[in-house]
């Protein structure tokens, strides 16, 4: 189950981080490394909370502290430099869009295993 909500978080913000990405290379001109780091890590901000209180079942909103925000963030952060390294290195050969979804895959498997880590999931009774 646990993998599944991950997945279900993971798809939200895979559309805020489309939706922001494409924006920005599409309608601001903004080159595609650039409008990654900026779409992944507003997408970041919101997996945060909605995997700290459903996927992982940490706590309530009330028992978000810094700390573990923070720890989330530098995993996270290796997510970001794990996606942003198979753009750079295969969108001028593969392109941009083919590449962004390639790339959402792999930080998807990087970033639950990092992620269940920092904020100590644990399976418990159903969603």
């Given at each position: 189950?646990?993998?599944?909500?991950?997945?279900?978080?993971?798809?939200?913000?895979?559309?805020?981080?489309?939706?922001?990405?494409?924006?920005?290379?599409?309608?601001?001109?903004?080159?595609?490394?650039?409008?990654?780091?900026?779409?992944?890590?507003?997408?970041?901000?919101?997996?945060?909370?909605?995997?700290?209180i459903w996927t992982f079942r940490s706590g309530r909103l009330s028992d978000v502290n810094l700390s573990s925000f923070a720890a989330f963030f530098v995993c996270s952060t290796l997510g970001l430099l794990t996606g942003s390294g198979i753009i750079y290195w295969l969108s001028p050969t593969l392109g941009v869009e083919l590449v962004k979804l390639l790339s959402v895959g792999v930080?998807?498997?990087?970033?639950?295993?990092?992620?269940?880590?920092?904020?100590?999931?644990?399976e418990v009774g159903h969603a």
């Open positions: 189950m646990m993998l599944l909500r991950f997945g279900v978080v993971g798809g939200v913000n895979t559309l805020i981080d489309f939706a922001i990405f494409f924006s920005l290379v599409y309608f601001m001109g903004l080159g595609a490394v650039a409008a990654n780091a900026i779409s992944y890590l507003v997408a970041v901000v919101n997996s945060y909370f909605m995997n700290f930080v998807f498997f990087v970033n639950f295993f990092l992620s269940r880590h920092v904020l100590g999931g644990k």
